[in-house]
Every structure is written in structure tokens, then in C-alpha cells.
């Protein structure tokens, strides 16, 4: 599958899109906006730039990404009362060219409206343009970019890990759609290598767009130590192959069809992050964060939840592999939903989260 032509959350602003279904997403970004904010506080009394220069990176479609951006605006206001004059804002929201963006230049009226609204009609110079492309290679010009902020993105690598198939393409991974505990040392390192490269190729890109001194906070899903194993990430996707096998058995999806689906994703360990920043050697760490996300009431079950989350995230490498429509999506969620109360019901689920700030040195 060509990841950077057929991933995409799910678009607009129906029941299973992910601007109904992103609350998750938006409580692990809301845990640490603090630091966000603080960071970007930080880098604009340090380089004082008139204009000053933002990327949101997997930006998505839905309310999130213009609700960050909104609250740096002011954050940055708030820094410069004293001078009595803001710089104005060139925002970059990037995500891949099959993205929804449509959905968020509509909202932007709203968003100018806002922001004149608070301020009695002397709304402040925010200038958002789209910027389709992976994030894993060059996006913008040389030295264009102060500050850059990725949320829940960096997990996703740029394509399904071509070492987890043996000579013949066949995959060594059968009957499983990520890391598993039933799944050989071959897989782990492929999924492994997959993220060296794609990471490298990540802060390689950034170090070129980023001005000496700017900051990048990246806020992704992680696993504790070097058990790729790790119950908060790979549970998730075990209980997909296990809904996904339940309807292969039922003659609702071809059996070869799931065998050959794999997920592009990868939870990686604190050391292999910080690694990996010390190879590139661009960047220092000035903060490294683990959290573990909160658990709210968003309605309904938690498993209901978790499943509408997954829905609006997978839905379009589903629909293009499998080639199926609402009704077998309807229910393979709703499996999924039944089996993740059912595993919380036995055991606390505890997925955690990763916030890096990092500097251009």
C-alpha cells in the first residue's frame, strides 16, 4: 500500500469522521499545552522575530489543530503587551495531500472571527496556508520556520516495513497486524528499522527549515523499555487482528486479504528517540516528558471510545484493502468496542505519551 497517497483520518464532520472522534487526541495535547506554550514563550523572547513562523505537522482535519494555534496567538500576544505590538503569524499546516483540508479552510472564517471578536475587532495578522507532503523529507524553504509542533503523528511511519515480508512477499507476520508476543524477532526489528530511518529522515528535513534556535515539540505515543511488546500500544492493534480475524471467519473479508494487512505504526522507547536525535546531531534535547493520558467520560463506554478513535484513523487503509463498506465496518467496531471493555474489565490499559522539546543547535 503507498501510505502517503491512501492514509488519511477520515474527513468532514459526519459520526465516524475524526473531527467528531479526535477528544482523545486532543486530551493527551491539552495534558502538556503548558509546555507547548511555555516553549514557544520561550524561543520569542529569545530571538524576538517580527514575524514569526509555525508548522503544525499532521495537522489532521477537525477542531484541534486551529484550537492550538489560536492558543499560541495569544500566548505570544500576552509575551509582547509590553511592546505594545504583536508580530504577525505565517502558519504552515501540513498534513498528507489526501488529507481533509477543505474541512479546515472552512472553519477558518470562524477562527479570523473569533480572534476580532476578543479583541474588539483588531484581530492580529494570522496567515494559515495548507502545506500537503510527508513530513519525512522537505516541506519548506531553508531557515523558514521558527517554531514547529507535531501532535499524535510521529507514530505513523511513511510505509509498512517491507522486512516484515520473506523472499517470496509473503508475509512472516500471519494472523497479526503489528508487533505481538506471537510474532518472530524479525518483525520487531523491521518495525525497528523502519523508524530509524523514517526519524532520521524527520529531523534531518527539520533541521533545514528551522532557524538556529527555533524549537520543535513533538508529542507522540511511546512504549516504557525495550519490550517491543508493550501492552498500551500493541493491545490496540491485537485486538483489530482479532475483530478483523473474526470477520474472516465469518466470509465478511477475504482470510489472505487480512494476512497480508499491517499496520505502519511505531511506539518507540524514550533511548531509541534520544538516539537517534544524538546521531542526527542538529538538536538537543531540552525537555523529555512521559505522561499517561487521562481517562474522562466521553460517553458511553470507554471501549465505544477507543473504537470510534481507531475507526476514524484506519478507515481509509480498511476501505482501500479490503474493499468494504459502512456495514462491515459497523461491526467490525463494534467487536473491537466489545473485546476493549472486555480487556479493561480485566486489566487498566495504560497507554503512554511522549512530549520532546527539542532546540536547533
Not at 1 to 11: A, I, N, R, S, W
Not at 234 to 242: A, F, G, P, T
Not at 250 to 262: A, M, R, T, V
Request: hydrophobic share 35%; glycine share 6%; net charge negative.
Amino acid at each position: 500500500m503507498d501510505v502517503e497517497k491512501l492514509f488519511h483520518m477520515t474527513g468532514g464532520a459526519g459520526p465516524t469522521s475524526y473531527a467528531k472522534n479526535s477528544y482523545l487526541q486532543k486530551n493527551v495535547s491539552d495534558m502538556v499545552k503548558h509546555i507547548t506554550l511555555e516553549t514557544l514563550q520561550e524561543l520569542y523572547l529569545e530571538l524576538t522575530p517580527k514575524t514569526i513562523s509555525i508548522a503544525d505537522l499532521g495537522c489532521s482535519s477537525g477542531p484541534n489543530s486551529l484550537a492550538t494555534i489560536k492558543a499560541m496567538v495569544e500566548t505570544i500576544e500576552k509575551t509582547d503587551r509590553k511592546s505594545g505590538e504583536a508580530p504577525e503569524f505565517y502558519v504552515y499546516l501540513n498534513d498528507l495531500p489526501t488529507n481533509d483540508f477543505n474541512s479546515v479552510f472552512k472553519a477558518l472564517p470562524d477562527f479570523y472571527r473569533q480572534l476580532s471578536v476578543e479583541r474588539n475587532g483588531a484581530c492580529p495578522f494570522v496567515f494559515i496556508s495548507g502545506c500537503p507532503g510527508s513530513f519525512y523529507g522537505r516541506l519548506l524553504p531553508k531557515n523558514s520556520l521558527h517554531f514547529i509542533y507535531s501532535s499524535n503523528s510521529l507514530h505513523w511511519l511513511s510505509k509498512v516495513p517491507p522486512g516484515i515480508y520473506n523472499e517470496e512477499g509473503e508475509s512472516v507476520n500471519k494472523g497479526n497486524i503489528y508487533i505481538s508476543e506471537s510474532s518472530p524477532p524479525v518483525v520487531s526489528m523491521a518495525y525497528f528499522n523502519q523508524f530509524q530511518e523514517d526519524f532520521s529522515l524527520f529531523l534531518g528535513s527539520r533541521s533545514k527549515e528551522l532557524v538556529v534556535g527555533g524549537r520543535m515539540v513533538l508529542i507522540l505515543l511511546g512504549r516504557l523499555g525495550p519490550d517491543h511488546v508493550d501492552r498500551g500500544n500493541y493491545i490496540l492493534w491485537e485486538l483489530l487482528s482479532q475483530s478483523l480475524a473474526n470477520l474472516a471467519s465469518q466470509g465478511k473479508i477475504e482470510k489472505e486479504k487480512f494476512e497480508s494487512y499491517h499496520a505502519h505504526f511505531y511506539a518507540p522507547s524514550k533511548e531509541e528517540i534520544e538516539e537517534q536525535v544524538r546521531r542526527e546531531g542538529s538538536f538537543k534535547v531540552d525537555q523529555f516528558q512521559m505522561f499517561q493520558p487521562e481517562k474522562k467520560n466521553y460517553g458511553g463506554s470507554y471501549g465505544s471510545a477507543v473504537a470510534m478513535a481507531v475507526r476514524a484513523i484506519q478507515e481509509s487503509m480498511l476501505r482501500h484493502h479490503f474493499g468494504v463498506e459502512d456495514e462491515v465496518l459497523d461491526t467490525l467496531f463494534q467487536i473491537f468496542s466489545r473485546l476493549m471493555d472486555e480487556e479493561m474489565a480485566k486489566e487498566e490499559i495504560k497507554a503512554f505519551s511522549f512530549l520532546v522539546v527539542l532546540k536547533k543547535l
